[in-house]
Structure formats: C-alpha cells, structure tokens
C-alpha cells in the first residue's frame, strides 16, 4: 500500500499541536494532569502514548486524501507548526518559572 | 552519570546524523543517493525511537526521583524547571518528523530527481530534524550542569 503524503502532512501537523496541547492543559489544570496520570501511570507517558495513538488516528482519517499539489507548501505548514509550537512551549515554561 | 543518559544522547546524535546525511544525500539527488537517503533515513526512524524509549526510561525511572530534587534545590532550578519541561515535550515532535520525512521519501523516490520541490521539502525536513536533535543536546547540557552546580554547591 503507497504511503499518502497529504494524511501523512497532516497526521504529523496535528500531533505537533495535540502535544503543545496536552502540554499546556496539563500544566493548567490538575484534573486534566490527574487524568493523564490515571490512564498510564505517568503524565509524560499517557502524551507519548496519546500522541502516537492521534498520529495514527489523523493518517487513517484522511488515507484517501488526494496527494497534494505542492508539497513544498504543505511541509512549510508542518516547519512553521514546529518553530511556533516549540515557541509556545518553550514561552509557557518561562513564564511559569517567572510568575 | 548514568548509562541510560549517554544512550539516550548516542542514539538521538546519530539519529541526526542519519538524516544529515539524507540532508547532503538530497542536496544533489540522483537515483542512487535517493535509494541510499531511503534506507538511512529509515535507520534514523528506528534511532530516533528508540532515543525516545530510552530517555523515557531514565526520566521515568531515575531524573524524577534523583536528579529533579537536586536541581530544584541547587542554584539553578531553572535549569529543570525551563529546559527539562521544555526538552521532554518539544523531543515528542522529532520522531514524527522523521517519520514524516522518511515517508516522504518512500513515496516520492521515483519523482524525487523530477520534481525539485519534493527534495526541497525532504531536505527542510531533514535540516529541521538535525537542528532540534543538537538543540536537544544543548538542553541536555544545560540540565546537567544545573545537577552539577548543585552539587559543588553542597561539596564545595
């Protein structure tokens, strides 16, 4: 089975702001942090398993998407989603540590 | 120092070293340097996973229990408090990076040296990759001299 770029794209851009997600609420709210505690014993793994697990989810929901017509463009998408995402991150934790 | 630090740090480095090499490989393409990016690039993947199992490992079993306290209570518990936090969770992107470069090149192989966009796109994926692997190793740093600083605040 030929590998489809678009839900590929796509399944790697929603998992990078599913873990920027996870990351934040799990700093925010304690009952989301206990939740991810509770499904794997550790926060750190239940976002590990869970980004896996959307990676998964996202490329077989779009598996039959047309291949896209420049890849160049999408791949930027995906560029920008890290810098930002990896930012935010980044901005959270220091933020916190200075509040 | 801890065994499972410096495997964790091995297999990350070369990892990236593997998709530097897909980078120069797609910098010039021809049929033969696509193969071989294919493969390497591949390699990679499995390298990159497994620096995430084993730094999965020794954060779960030995950096919470051990290291954290120390440098919570040292004189740089930024360096935890910032860099750990940020490094756990910014490491998740890479490997579906990877992933997403490798499958790029499986899928593309044939119209790679066609089509210039495509190895355009791989190699800003590969670059991409190499970079957050050595910012991982900067932070890494970081985060072992926070430990070391408080220690030889307490030795010293």
Request: hydrophobic share 55%; with cysteine; glycine share 6%.
């Given at each position: 089975?030929?590998?489809?770029?678009t839900?590929?794209i796509?399944?790697t851009?929603?998992?990078?702001?599913?873990?920027?997600?996870?990351t934040?609420a799990?700093e925010?709210?304690p009952?989301?942090?206990?939740?991810?505690?509770s499904?794997?014993?550790?926060?750190?793994?239940?976002?590990?398993v869970?980004?896996?697990?959307?990676f998964?989810?996202?490329?077989l929901s779009?598996i039959?998407?047309?291949?896209?017509?420049?890849?160049?463009?999408?791949?930027?998408?995906?560029?920008a989603?890290?810098?930002?995402?990896g930012?935010?991150i980044?901005?959270?934790?220091?933020?916190?540590?200075?509040? | 120092?801890h065994?499972?630090?410096?495997?964790?740090?091995?297999l990350?480095?070369?990892?990236?070293?593997a998709?530097?090499?897909?980078?120069?490989?797609?910098?010039?393409?021809?049929?033969?340097r696509?193969?071989?990016?294919?493969?390497?690039?591949?390699?990679g993947?499995?390298?990159?996973?497994?620096?995430?199992?084993?730094?999965g490992?020794?954060?779960l079993?030995?950096?919470?229990?051990v290291?954290?306290?120390?440098?919570?209570a040292?004189?740089?518990?930024?360096?935890?408090?910032?860099?750990?936090?940020?490094?756990e969770?910014?490491?998740?992107?890479?490997?579906?990076?990877?992933?997403?470069?490798?499958?790029?090149?499986e899928?593309?192989?044939?119209?790679?040296?066609?089509?210039?966009?495509?190895?355009?796109a791989?190699?800003?994926l590969?670059?991409?990759?190499v970079?957050?692997?050595?910012?991982?190793?900067?932070m890494?740093?970081?985060?072992?001299?926070?430990?070391r600083s408080?220690l030889?605040s307490?030795i010293?």
């Open positions: 089975m030929k590998i489809n770029s839900a590929l796509r399944a851009t929603g998992t990078i702001w599913a873990i920027v997600a996870m934040l799990s925010l709210s009952s989301f942090k206990n939740f991810l505690v499904t794997a014993g550790h926060h750190w793994i239940a976002k590990s869970f980004s896996v697990l959307i998964i989810l996202i490329y779009f039959k998407s047309k291949e896209p017509r420049n890849v160049l463009k999408s791949v930027a998408v995906v560029f989603s890290v810098i930002l995402g930012l935010v980044f901005s959270f934790f220091v933020w916190q540590y200075f509040k | 120092m065994i499972l630090v410096g495997l964790h740090a091995v990350g480095e070369i990892g990236a070293l998709f530097l090499w897909v980078f120069v490989d797609l910098l010039n393409p021809n049929e033969t696509i193969k071989r990016a294919c493969r390497v690039a591949l390699i993947v499995i390298l990159l996973f497994l620096a995430w199992f084993a730094g490992y020794y954060y079993t030995q950096y919470g229990s290291v954290k306290p120390v440098i919570k040292g004189p740089t518990p930024w360096a935890h408090d910032i860099f750990t936090e940020t490094k969770h910014i490491f998740l992107f890479i490997p579906f990076l990877a992933v997403l470069a490798y499958g790029l090149l899928r593309y192989r044939d119209a790679i040296h066609e089509n210039r966009n495509i190895a355009v791989i190699v800003i590969s670059g991409l990759i970079a957050m692997a050595f910012a991982m190793a900067g890494g740093f970081i985060i072992s001299s926070g430990f408080a030889e307490k010293l």
